[in-house]
């Protein structure tokens, strides 16, 4: 048995904003962004956030593994959704993990992931590492070009690794190229030439050495260097300064996706691994007050991978979205008047919450012992007339099932962040039904009969007290939710 990384996964959010839209919003105020204006970046949906595209990202790495006996989770972000509840506690209850396994919550730098991965692959249990990566973003500002939403995740633990680490080096320096405090709602930027110069260039390169010294490599060896870098040829100058070839550094997603943060390092090392042969050797750098190399070597099990749709599934899952003020809604950059129906009361009831957490966090229903009935939600009586046993009823995962649209509404009276509020009844393809919301559908694209997939969602926020309730929603599930390796 080899320690390593033994699967991957990746979540990117479906809308596609154009970088267009923005600079024509803005070039007026700042003419700089008009030269960034190509490509697409893409963007969470109202109801997507650090947690659910988590959840997203591990459903997919976890996905053809079995039910894995986890014993860790680290979820690690700059941008959690809660800074005083324990955020890969509610990804773990989502994903159906159990209570007998270590969570914990790593952020406070951009290289958070990086550092949880380090640490997982010292060897020990069964690791789930996972980023994910929601920046709130000035309207006008570079940021709101360059940075991308988005989430990774990676699987660690002994077995038959696709890849295994070889060295890896760390450096810790409080070099400030960015920083954010509990009383700033953004981040403050400092000047790229010199984050440049001073930070990437002298920080950088003598790490990548240490880590070829400890794997006994040279530079030529690296088959493909990931590094987040938002300023032009960052990436390509680093690598020369350590002698890696120009031709070894990977594709930074820019044009497609934008650079989703702290997750980045994972994005692009999926990306690098969906695309990797056996021996190839995949370098990755994380970058934040210091720096965190890794070096993998890919193994033969990659071949035998089963499918998921990675980086590369979800990039094809896309859609165009042109109007810019949609995104700005969708994030609170500017306040709209929403209307009397947006004014509910959404206090979520906590003690309901416990109660309930299993079937409306884990999605997790019911199936008679004794007729073999599914139904959701799990009650005390099956539902099958020709039964009607009483506590007969065995839990029963849902949030994995197919299911079709039995009926639907486009709803343009009930208040939605993003009207038509669409919904309807969906029933099960190995049985069981269930009236709920539906998410990433346009409304021309309803039918009768539609396959649908569950996705981990928002359902709503408490704007009053800060708080967000998680449910499952369904989603269309088109051919490209089922993706193998290239």
Known sequence: MTFGILSFGAYIPRLRLQRKAIAEAHGWFNSALKGQGKGERAIANWDEDPVTMAVEAGRDCLAGTGSPSLESLTFASTTF???DRLNAGVVAEALALGQDLATADAGQTQRAATSALIAALRGGPLSLVIAAEKRPVKAASPLEMTAGDGAAAILVGEGKPVARLLASATRSADFVDHYRTPESEYDYQWEERWIRDAGYMPLVPPVIKACLAKAGLGPEAVTRFCMPAVLAKVANSVAKAAGIADAAVADNLHAVCGETGAAHPLVMLVAALE?????????????????????????????????RLGVKGHLARRREETNYAKFLAFNDTVELERGMRAEADKQTALSALWRNRHTVTAFVGGKCSTCGTLQFPKTRVCVNPNCTAIDTQEPEPFAAKI?????????????????????????????????????????????VGHPMRMMFRVKDIDSQRGFRRYFWKAAPAAQTDVSGRA
């Open 403 to 447: 299911g079709k649209i039995n009926s639907y509404t486009a709803d343009r009276l009930t208040y939605s962040p993003d009207p038509p509020a669409c919904y309807g009844m969906i029933q099960f393809d190995e049985g069981g039904r269930w009236m709920m919301d539906f998410t990433d559908v346009d409304e021309k694209d309803l039918a």
């Open 81 to 83: 959704p809660f800074l």
């Open 275 to 307: 695309e990797a042969k056996p021996g190839d050797r995949i370098m990755v750098v994380g970058f934040g007050q210091g720096a965190d190399v890794l070096l993998f070597e890919v193994t033969e099990a990659i071949t035998t991978l089963g499918p």
